[in-house]
């Protein structure tokens, strides 16, 4: 039961957009600036983004160096290459607008753990520094020296360092999205699940957590930033979600050796220290099956090979207590290359972000309301 100011007031817009994380705030704040007299709204199903913007690890990286010689055997160079300058410049873009202080961000580099098996990547470093020159105009990938001193195990043979990697803190960068949404008029409705979007009539069906049934919206536009959890409403999409689980240490009570964001095993493992503690996550290829769901469950195969790691690779001979664990659901698809693309009449979509929401999500959203603005 709606009043008549409901009716009058809040179910018409100029656009919808469907998805508060990261490509969907980057989205209606990008159209806002080309349209500032337009009526925006956003519509969430959690609390919080439901799918990985406030949930990752806070990475602000581009590919460590065995996962980018891996997408060689999935993708061509070109798009290898244009997919690295794409988060590289995004990754640029959103320290600029917003600023390093206000994202928590620290340039304090990349490191990837090889083991003696992995040697062979080494070979190829000179080729990908060469790739890479026209984008960074310098070697990104280096060969650490003394690498003991980092204190890993004596199974990691070698340290690959990559200068043009950081860290920040995601719930920050979302703190940014939200008071830039604000400050421009964009108006944020939480608890609303969309059950049905009609493309090319311009409605979105929605049930609302206080019990109210279903409310039909009406835009002139609508954008799809679900990311993972897309199927329900484009089912013809290329979309695989994939669940990243994270651990988070209690206060370690030693020295960390070490500084800055690392991976392990083709950038499926990442690590990094965290106000005195470890965070580590990832290995979702321990079990790639069980992790393709959209289910916000704990994998305890996966969950296992993480605290193996920390007491044996990263902490050896250390007790590390664990304080929390959560987990992000991210999308991929059979190229890493995000989907951003008309999906109907009125509607677009800016999907499949391959775990690469922090880096890409703000260029994606611009590039998303770009398309939206030639309807």
């Not at 007299?37 to 065995?66: D, H, M, Q, W, Y």
């Not at 799809?224 to 689980?245: H, M, Y």
């Not at 059979?334 to 775990?355: D, E, F, Y």
Request: charged share 25%; hydrophobic share 40%.
């Amino acid at each position: 039961m709606f009043s008549y100011w409901e009716k009058k007031h809040f179910l018409r817009y100029d656009l919808i957009v469907v998805g508060s994380g990261f490509v969907g705030l980057s989205t209606a704040i990008h159209f806002q600036a080309k349209h500032p007299k337009a009526n925006i709204l956003v519509l969430e199903r959690g609390v919080f983004p439901t799918g990985a913007s406030t949930k990752n690890a806070g990475f602000a990286c581009f590919g460590s160096l065995t996962e980018i010689l891996d997408d060689f055997w999935h993708m061509t160079r070109d798009e290898v290459l244009a997919l690295i300058e794409r988060r590289y410049i995004g990754l640029k873009t959103i320290r600029k607008q917003f600023g390093e202080k206000k994202l928590g961000y620290a340039h304090s580099h990349g490191y990837e753990l090889l083991d003696e098996s992995q040697r062979e990547a080494l070979d190829q470093m000179s080729a990908v520094n060469k790739l890479l020159k026209p984008v960074f105009k310098e070697d990104v990938f280096s060969l650490v020296k003394n690498a003991s001193k980092m204190g890993f195990d004596a199974q990691v043979k070698y340290i690959v360092k990559n200068k043009f990697e950081g860290e920040l803190d995601p719930g920050m960068y979302m703190t940014s999205l939200w008071r830039l949404a604000q400050e421009v008029g964009i108006r944020i409705l939480t608890g609303v699940s969309v059950c049905e979007i009609q493309n090319d009539e311009g409605i979105v069906l929605a049930e609302d957590a206080a019990g109210e049934g279903s409310v039909e919206f009406k835009a002139k536009k609508i954008a799809v930033c679900t990311n993972a959890f897309t199927k329900k409403l484009w089912p013809e999409s290329d979309i695989q979600p994939g669940r990243g689980l994270i651990l988070l240490s209690q206060p370690l009570d030693f020295k960390i050796p070490w500084k800055g964001t690392f991976h392990m095993d083709k950038g499926y493992v990442y690590f990094r220290q965290i106000d005195g503690r470890l965070l580590l996550g990832g290995a979702r290829n321990k079990d790639f099956e069980s992790e393709k769901n959209t289910d916000f469950e704990v994998n305890p195969k996966i969950k296992s090979h993480l605290e193996k790691l920390a007491r044996e690779v990263i902490f050896p001979e250390k007790n590390i207590l664990w304080d929390m664990e959560w987990t992000g659901i991210m999308a991929f698809g059979k190229i890493k290359s995000p989907i951003i693309q008309k999906i109907g009449t009125n509607t677009v979509a800016a999907v499949r972000l391959g775990g690469m929401g922090v880096a890409i999500g703000w260029q994606v959203g611009k590039e998303l309301s770009g398309l939206l603005s030639k309807m």
